[in-house]
């Protein structure tokens, strides 16, 4: 009932960005706070950043000042602007939301399908 659809992943250098898109599309009563989370190979997934229906945002220390979290609630999107990549940003990059559909008062937890952000030389 409920799709959650990333872009914008690739290869990139060290320094350089990227732009992640997440859209949620079905039947949609609401989208609640939506946000990012990663895994690397080997390491458990963690969240990168998180946006409230207010704009009130959250960020894990290691991407601070150069992640920007941000949604548009006309089109139920949010995206995640990447800049001065480093290697270890390397990951699996996810999207969540926490959606309510419609004919239902439950706030459940829905998953992208992952892209994947290699940054190297």
């Known amino acids: 009932q409920v799709q959650l659809v990333e872009s914008g992943g690739g290869l990139v250098q060290p320094g350089g960005s990227l732009r992640l898109s997440c859209a949620a599309s079905g039947r949609i009563s609401s989208v609640n706070t939506m946000g990012w989370y990663r895994q690397a190979p080997g390491k458990e997934r963690e969240l990168v950043a998180s946006i409230t229906t207010d704009g009130r945002t959250t960020y894990v220390d290691s991407v601070k000042g150069r992640f920007a979290i941000l949604r548009d609630n006309a089109k139920n999107t949010v995206y995640l602007q990447m800049n001065s990549l480093k290697s270890e940003d390397t990951a699996v990059y996810y999207c969540?939301?926490?959606?309510?559909?419609?004919?239902?008062?439950?706030?459940?937890?829905?998953w992208g399908q992952g892209t994947q952000v290699t940054v190297s030389s």
């Open positions: 969540n939301a926490f959606i309510i559909t419609s004919g239902t008062y439950v706030n459940r937890s829905y």
